[in-house]
Nanobody
Framework: QLQASGGGLVRTWDSLRLSCAAS????????MGWFRQAPGMEREFVAS????????SYVDSVKGRFTISRVNDRRTVYLQMNSLKPEDTAVYYC????????????????????WGQGTLVTVSS
């Protein structure tokens, strides 16, 4: 089970940190990802991280602003979001998958085995 938290209402250029706590799975054996779905849009990939945290990947629109990290002892993955923009407004989902490739295959939603419930991030202009 994955439990996402940390969403809220912030202003443009503010920062926010999302957390995703895992339970009931061998956390260290799962690569993790963050996805988001804006109103009226399809869900999209945001970031992924390997089992150890040594490899990460980001969608171009968040590179340099967002950082994905994980603390395996805490069974938690984070998404630090800086310099937020109104276009970052979305419901953010964390997800877990067994495999990790370090390439575009990590962005395929259908390959993620487990999904959290989502947390809403609203960025006002």
């Amino acid at each position: 089970q994955l439990q996402a938290s940390g969403g809220g209402l912030v202003r443009t250029w503010d920062s926010l940190r999302l957390s995703c706590a895992a339970s009931g799975l061998g956390f260290r054996s799962y690569a993790m990802g963050w996805f988001r779905q804006a109103p009226g849009m399809e869900r999209e990939f945001v970031a992924s991280i390997s089992w150890s945290g040594s490899s990460t990947s980001y969608v171009d629109s968040v590179k340099g602003r967002f950082t994905i990290s994980r603390v395996n002892d805490r069974r938690t993955v984070y998404l630090q979001m800086n310099s937020l923009k109104p276009e970052d407004t979305a419901v953010y989902y964390c997800a877990a998958r067994r495999s990790y490739y370090g390439d575009s295959r990590d962005r395929r939603q259908e390959d993620y085995d487990l999904w959290g419930q989502g947390t809403l991030v609203t960025v006002s202009s």
